[in-house]
Each structure stands twice: as structure tokens, then as C-alpha cells.
């Protein structure tokens, strides 16, 4: 199964060994003087964590991100964020003017600007918007990527911003279809929030499938920016070759370790469990308010939210000092804003400023 998967890999990238950087080789030492650091510590550094250059791919964290996601650490690839993630399988897989990825839009924007950067094809197929929200079209999806010949399908569960979920059935059946012709990556950077099981499971039986995983939303990391690649080892093997020398800073490393211990998991589990509620709260809240056309099912931390006039509602929220997303931009939401989900007190005011905005309207 690797072979037919490391035939998606761009040609010239298959045997590539990458940056041989200080740490690339398993040596042991006393006095280290093999990469011009400096022997003294920073006056700032006061744990002396940042003299030197950190492991490409810190084994602790690995080990921790492993555990969390239920896989083996051959399995992950640690990045930047998973924006990182996103554009090192583009420029991996895709040659330049002729490879293509699918995208369903209105999705998240990343996907897309990969592509442009690296000059692939985007290769686009709407969601479909029915009276369950939005939803995606598989068998179009599986159609286009055929047809226009595309290594990447990028399918985002939770979607960002609509909120709905690919059936994993659905996602292992694509990957069936699409087997030596497309890695199929499944963004869960929301998985936490939502009630459906994680598409890691699916890899041990399709090589082709790699989840997207990030500690961004759920696990309040945004700023440390540590984003997971979920995929066969031998992919991940490719994409370390292509990565920066060393994309991982030391405190971010061992912030997100800490973050991971079993007593922040268990506090982070907590606020997810309140992110749920608040989520149900106020959609029902938002559905029944005046000046709201339509609310839409998110298994995310955000609610896609249709109003009669977006701009005085987008206006009103800023007026009161409440930033959230103008949708208005996006593909068919041109009278929609996303809502993120924030404390009980923070849900309560965007309420009580829509009800005052109607009530003076
Ligand atoms: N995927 C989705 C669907 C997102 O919404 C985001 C952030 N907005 C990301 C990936 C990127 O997250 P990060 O780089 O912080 O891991």
C-alpha cells in the first residue's frame, strides 16, 4: 500500500533526504560544538531551553500527540500549526500547472492558497446547502478528482465555517475509489467538538486517508502554534524531508506537553463539554431571534448564522465591541457571519446586542 501511496508523491521529491541538520544524526556527546550555537544561555533564557536547536520533531511531543490521537508516532508529522501541514502536502504532491487538489467551498481558505503558491490546479465542488446545512457532495467530489486527475482532496469535518460533519463512511468509500490516485485529507482541526468519531481510524485500512488535527481550538494552544499530520509513515517520512530545518520552537514544545498532561486534558474535556452546550443554547437562542433567517447544525466551536441584513448585524456586534466573522465575502454566504462559541457571559451579550439591534430597528 506504501508504494502505490508514495506514487502520489511528486517524482523528484520521492528519494529526497531533505536539510541534514545538527540533529539529524543520533550522536551523543558531553560538550556540543557541532552547530555554531552559543555555549552561553540568553540573560532571558533562565531554564536555558533555547541555546540550542531543538529536535525537528520533539520525541516527547510526538510521543504526547500520538497518545492523544490514538496512533503511532511514525504516523505524525508535527508542524507549524496544521496551516504547515496543509502546505507541505501541496508542494509535495502536486507539480506545478498540472496537478490539481479538490476543495469544497465555502471552506476553509487555506487549502486554496496552498495551491495558488505552489501553481496547482483548484479543482472546486460546492457544498451542497439542504435542510440539513451544508453538506458535501461525494460522488461530485470523486468525479472531479477522476476527471481533473487530483492528488489532493481536502475534506474539512467539522466543515469551517458551515459545521457539518463527512460521514466516515462516506470518507472511507472515497479513499476506496480514489486509491493510488488521490490522498484524501480530512481536516478535523474541530474533531473535539464534534460527536463523530476521528478518521485516524480509517487509516490502517486506507494508506490514503491523513487526518489534520491541530491544538488551536479545543486544547486554547492557538499561539503555539502546533498543528498534527496523521498519515502512513511513509508519507510522513516524505513530508519531514520537505520540511523546515527546525519548525518546532523549545517552549512551544514543552507548552504543549504540559497542556497535554492528564490534568489539562481533563480541564480541557470540560470546556469542550461547555462549548457543546453553549453551542446548542444559542442556536436555539439565534433560530428564534428576530432578524435571523437561518442557524445553521454545527459540530464546531462556531455557528454559521443567516440574518436578514449581515451588515447591521456584523455592525451592531462591532459597535458594541463584539468582532465576529463576515462571512459576506465567501461563496454563497453573502448574508451570513460565523459565530465562534465563547463563554455563557460572552454568548449572552452577542444575544442581548442582536435583541437591542431588532428592538431599535
Ligand atoms: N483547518 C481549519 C478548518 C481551520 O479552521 C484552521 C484555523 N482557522 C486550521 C486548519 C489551521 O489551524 P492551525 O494552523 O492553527 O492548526
Not at 532571558?44 to 497518545?67: F, H
Not at 511513509?234 to 514544545?253: D, E, G, H, K, N
Request: glycine share 8%; charged share 20%; aromatic share 4%.
Amino acid at each position: 500500500m506504501s508504494g502505490d501511496l508514495l506514487s502520489l508523491v511528486r517524482e523528484d521529491l520521492r528519494g529526497f533526504g531533505g536539510y541534514s541538520s545538527a540533529r539529524s544524526h543520533a550522536l551523543d556527546g558531553e560538550i556540543w560544538l557541532n552547530a555554531n550555537e552559543s555555549p552561553w544561555a540568553n540573560p532571558a533564557d533562565s531554564g536555558s531551553s533555547c541555546r540550542r536547536y531543538p529536535d525537528p520533531q520533539p520525541a516527547p511531543l510526538v510521543q504526547a500527540l500520538s497518545r492523544l490521537y490514538g496512533c503511532e508516532p511514525a504516523q505524525v508529522l508535527v508542524g507549524r500549526g496544521s496551516d504547515e501541514a496543509i502546505d507541505l502536502l501541496v508542494r509535495a504532491l502536486c507539480v506545478p500547472r498540472r496537478d490539481a487538489i479538490v476543495t469544497t467551498p465555502p471552506v476553509f481558505g487555506m487549502y486554496a492558497v496552498s495551491a495558488r503558491l505552489q501553481d496547482a490546479r483548484l479543482l472546486e465542488v460546492p457544498l451542497v446547502d439542504g435542510a440539513a446545512g451544508f453538506t458535501v457532495d461525494l460522488e461530485a467530489v470523486a468525479r472531479a478528482a477522476e476527471q481533473g486527475v487530483a492528488k489532493l482532496v481536502f475534506l474539512c469535518s467539522p466543515s469551517n465555517p458551515t459545521g457539518g460533519d463527512v460521514p466516515l463512511d462516506g470518507i472511507a468509500a472515497l479513499a476506496r475509489r480514489l486509491a493510488g490516485r488521490a490522498l484524501v485529507v480530512v481536516d478535523e482541526a474541530y474533531g473535539e467538538f464534534s460527536g463523530q468519531p476521528s478518521a485516524t481510524t480509517l487509516i490502517g485500512e486506507h494508506a490514503n486517508i491523513a487526518v489534520l488535527r491541530t491544538l488551536s481550538k479545543a486544547h486554547a494552544l492557538a499561539a503555539a502554534r502546533i498543528g498534527t499530520l496523521i498519515a502512513d509513515p511513509a508519507l510522513i517520512r516524505v513530508l519531514r524531508a520537505c520540511q523546515a530545518p527546525y519548525p518546532i520552537p523549545t517552549p512551544c514544545a514543552d507548552l504543549a506537553i504540559a497542556g497535554l498532561s492528564p490534568e489539562a486534558l481533563a480541564r480541557t474535556a470540560e470546556r469542550v463539554a461547555v462549548v457543546r452546550s453553549e453551542r446548542a443554547r444559542l442556536a436555539a437562542a439565534l433560530a428564534s431571534a428576530p432578524g435571523v433567517r437561518r442557524v445553521y447544525p454545527s459540530s464546531g466551536n462556531y455557528l454559521l448564522v443567516r440574518f436578514d441584513d449581515a451588515q447591521a448585524a456584523f455592525d451592531g456586534l462591532l459597535a458594541a465591541g463584539v468582532v465576529v466573522r463576515d462571512q459576506r465575502a465567501a461563496p454563497r454566504l453573502g448574508d451570513a457571519l460565523r459565530i465562534t462559541i465563547g463563554t455563557p457571559e460572552q454568548n449572552q451579550r452577542v444575544l442581548a446586542v442582536l435583541a437591542a439591534l431588532e428592538a431599535a430597528a
